[in-house]
């Protein structure tokens, strides 16, 4: 017999199931079916919901009631589950905190342009298709860091100076802030000073301004 502590195993076991059937008056961990003959509880044992059966996945060492098969199913943290955002991956259930933090394309995960404007979070596994199909957006968040005076609508304008000069390759790498930020600024230096069409006019109305003021000195000499 086995020993477990100073109790044989089948001792224990036996006093347990004495202590549970005083204990249990709904009979919801016991079975209280009496029979008349040692065939007819021999025809019961194989189909009483009250028999004993070990939990099926592996690395559980649960003993149960066939009857709370599927309560225990349930929660087993040793059942092989989908994962709980939705990607291809079957995880432990007790693993799948860790994969959905740490490892799984579904995750979350803020966009590389935040600091600067993007808000957007994404799904880890989509994050390329999002800074591609961004773009437009993401460039005119990099010359607002660089342009910060700058209106929208000479921003805009260099934009699509800018856009006209990307080539496949600098799109490639354009995936992070730092590189995009140093494509930006080897395609300005590219294309000489940057000057603000709101600038200039500025100049030319103040030079206007000034024009009108010198004026009636002129005509009072």
């Not at 994969?99 to 799904?123: D, E, K, N, W």
């Not at 800074?131 to 342009?147: F, M, P, T």
């Not at 304008?157 to 600024?185: C, G, M, W, Y």
Request: contains cysteine; aromatic residues 6%; glycine residues 4%.
């Amino acid at each position: 017999m086995e020993i477990n502590g100073f109790w044989l195993t089948d001792k224990r076991e036996a006093i347990a199931q004495t202590l549970l059937k005083n204990v249990d008056f709904k009979n919801e961990y016991h079975c209280n079916m009496r029979f008349d003959s040692a065939e007819e509880l021999t025809e019961h044992v194989g189909s009483c919901g009250f028999r004993s059966m070990n939990c099926e996945n592996e690395g559980c060492n649960a003993m149960f009631s066939t009857r709370h098969r599927e309560k225990h199913d349930s929660g087993c943290p040793f059942k092989i589950i989908l994962c709980e955002q939705k990607c291809s991956d079957r995880i432990m259930r007790r693993d799948m905190d860790r994969h959905c933090i740490t490892v799984c394309p579904m995750r979350l995960v803020s966009c590389p342009f935040y600091s600067v404007g993007c808000q957007s979070a994404i799904p880890h596994g989509v994050l390329d298709q999002h800074c591609s199909n961004n773009l437009h957006a993401h460039l005119l968040y990099v010359l607002r860091s660089i342009h910060k005076k700058t209106c929208e609508e000479d921003l805009e304008q260099r934009l699509n100076q800018v856009e006209k000069e990307l080539s496949p390759s600098q799109l490639a790498k354009a995936r992070d802030l730092r590189s995009l930020t140093t494509i930006v600024k080897d395609i300005e230096t590219k294309l000489g000073p940057f000057k603000p069409k709101k600038e200039n006019k500025d100049k030319e109305e103040k030079v206007e301004t000034l024009n009108l003021v010198d004026e009636p000195e002129k005509f009072e000499s």
